[in-house]
């Protein structure tokens, strides 16, 4: 895909570490002098610059194209309407379209098949991309307009920020819906953050799924380590998937995360712990 290296970072539901993962990890790297970016792709709420505080020099409106219907032009064909299926545009009859943006996957088929041209677009801001600097890190995030559901767009826009010579850290969002496989699909390795728990358990089966079915390799980072069974563990042994990283039950952790600090920085024993992170990641990578 380019010279840089993507390595993704999710997790089957929202909560089990994935963002405390991924900034330290950045954090991290850049302490060893690795070329890295940091791309908050979880656009609905992203927080990645809470923990990496980057100094943002630029903001970006990021736009979708939404169809506009000429009435006087448009004969009832109903071609537009049969195309869409997503029901963003409905044809009820002659010079009589409705039309719904917020539904528009904006991928122009309407205009294309109408025979009439009685179809044009019309720009929509949909959300904004930041763009600066953790220290050495290349910083950017996604953030979606409020109302907007236009997430796989805003991802994949962000996505365009990729730097050439660089690791290239993608925080996705949680689940495996759409937004989650866009931010995912090219990806030279996905790590996996998940909880010894059953709940854990249940949802990185639907995430280890989608690896498969994208066909990108991926790993296991267990947060949390201790706080309940070994399923997850199990699960892995099975799957043949590698646990790169164990991240114990710690209180401390918690009390870093919520005055918006980062372990590599604060407690040199998970200084260590992402280091070695890092070198298999890395190393992966060539």
């Given amino acids: 895909m380019r ?14 570490g ?10 991290v790297m850049d302490m060893m002098s690795l070329p890295v970016q940091y791309l908050d792709c979880d656009v609905e709420e992203p927080n990645g610059e809470l923990f990496l505080k980057p100094k943002i020099n630029s903001e970006q409106t990021v736009i979708a ?24 545009i409905i044809s009820l009859g002659k010079g009589n379209v409705l039309t719904f943006e917020q539904l528009c996957h904006s991928c122009r088929g309407c205009v294309r098949i109408c025979p009439e041209k009685a179809i044009t677009e019309k720009a929509i801001p949909i959300g904004q991309t930041l763009i600066g600097k953790a220290g050495d890190i290349d910083f950017a995030a996604g953030k979606l307009k409020v109302g907007s559901i236009r997430s796989v767009a805003m991802i994949k826009n962000l996505k365009t920020q990729i730097k050439e010579g660089k690791f290239a850290l993608l925080d996705a969002p949680p689940g495996t819906s759409c937004p989650v496989v866009e931010a995912t699909k090219d990806a030279d390795l996905l790590l996996l953050v998940t909880e010894p728990t059953p709940f854990g358990l249940n949802d990185l089966e639907l995430a280890v799924d989608m690896a498969h079915k994208m066909n990108v390799p991926c790993a296991v980072i267990i947060n949390r380590n201790g706080s309940g069974n070994e399923q997850v563990a199990d699960f892995c042994n099975t799957e043949r998937i590698d646990i790169l990283l164990r991240i114990p039950d710690d209180i401390r952790i918690a009390k870093i995360y919520s005055t918006g600090g980062l372990l590599v920085e604060a407690m040199p024993t998970y200084k260590k712990l992402f280091q070695r992170l890092a070198k298999i990641v890395t190393e992966r990578m060539k």
């Fill in 3 to 16: 010279s840089s290296k993507t390595i993704a970072i999710a997790s089957g539901k929202g909560g089990t």
């Fill in 65 to 88: 194209n939404v169809p506009v219907v000429d009435t006087g032009k448009c004969t009832g064909c109903g071609k537009c309407s049969e195309l869409c299926r997503f029901n963003a």
């Fill in 18 to 27: 994935k963002t405390t993962v991924a900034t330290n990890l950045a954090c």
